[in-house]
């Protein structure tokens, strides 16, 4: 009976440890699935978790204003007391008269003091050592205390310096502020590199940003995990690759979306008219293994029309294309698109009124052409770049018509290309100059080219039309590359 009885309770404990087991692999895929909704939630509300913080920098914020830490020696270095003389007391009684006892009495004062002395001798040293060591400490804390002091002045008044110049909208400033803000973005998925590079156009006061953007294989690739009892194994269904492409495009017109909206919303100095988004993936190809950096999403948006946007409620893909964005078809197989405004074209040899250009006095300055020479300048432009140019006459607004051929076919077409030798901001109504010509011509796209730069209705006006600007900045990257001048604007 009782072997039975441990047979009945073997069974019974075997039957609970597998149950048990069973247990714990469904708890792994349990946690599994948990990791996957998390992840795809995140990746899904990258837009939608930006909204609920202020992304403004309080400069106070940045200030060492904390107090350097107070002085605090060890205990041991206190002050100690000194020692006490043992009072040795006279002979009392009977004892007072027993012979020798007041010389007795007298030596063991003698020997009482001595002990004094040399206890208080010792107790001397051991001050003056602790008091030494004291005003070591002391010495070191102040010297720290100065260079702390001075440290929180220097960097404070930095901070002062750089906010001043900031709502100055000084170009640096303005740079190293958007730096900032992005930088102290916070994504709530591993895997963002956060790696952008800002360059900013006082004269029209836009903002490029060229934005590293994540691969496709941040996606999961597992849509759930299972347990299959028979096998002892966990294993995933695949996502389907048509999800994995909705996230994708989603995704990336997310982070585009958000990077605008952080930039403007924390432009305290208002010195962002317009902000270019330029996303980029750095992958490798897989046809050549070569390293390749694609371009997949670039939009324009004025600073005015993008804070009417109600982004919490917006349809990401569908908002990003009304607001002008130039979006790979294919994000996924990296499908390059043009972007609006090339990152290298904006020259920082193309400067303000008053600068100076050191050790370029020798090289051309686009501003001495006469308005003949420059229509011919921008025509042979043009031409190296591959397109048939004709030269027309001049508009009756003193710019420079020419109409180009693109040869290629079904890409190719008629081009309609103004140009213009202008020392201020070009305004929308050059724009739609140029939009008139494109029809009365029946060309298929515009392209206007000036020394300056464009003011925000131009790039609005421009955004939904086949029409391409070029500023003083990008004419001179595009001589450079094309023609291999390297010219000057000069006002």
Known sequence: MAQAQQARNDREALKLEKAQYLADRQGEVDDLNS???DRMAALEGLLAHTLLRDDRI?????LLTASFRSFDPPQELSPGRAPRATRVAPPSGLGRFLPGASKRHAKAVEGADANHRDAMSEFSRA??????AFMELKQQYEREKAMYDAEAQRRNSEIDQFQTEYLAKEAEAVIAYSEMVLTRSEYPVEGFAQKFRIAYRPESSELVVEYDLPEVSIIPEEAEYRYVKTKDTIESKPRKAAEIKQVYREMIASIALRTLHELFEADQADALALITFNGMVDTHDPASGREVRVPVVSVRAPKGDFLELRLEKVDKVVCLRNLGAQVSGRPDELQAIKPIVEFNMIDKRFVEQGDALSGLESRPNLMDLTPTEFEVLVSNLFTK????TK???SSRDGGVDAVAFDTRPVLGGK???QAKRYRDTVGVSAVRDLFGTMLNEGANKGILVCTSGYGPDAYNFSKDKPIELIDGGGLLYLLREHAG???????
């Open 127 to 132: 001050e003056a050592a602790k008091r030494s």
């Open 415 to 417: 081009v309609v290309i």
């Open 391 to 393: 030269l027309t006459r």
């Open 58 to 62: 309080d400069f106070a914020d940045l």
């Open 35 to 37: 990791e996957l909704v």
């Open 385 to 388: 770049m591959g397109l048939d």
């Open 485 to 491: 001048t390297d010219a000057r604007i000069v006002v």
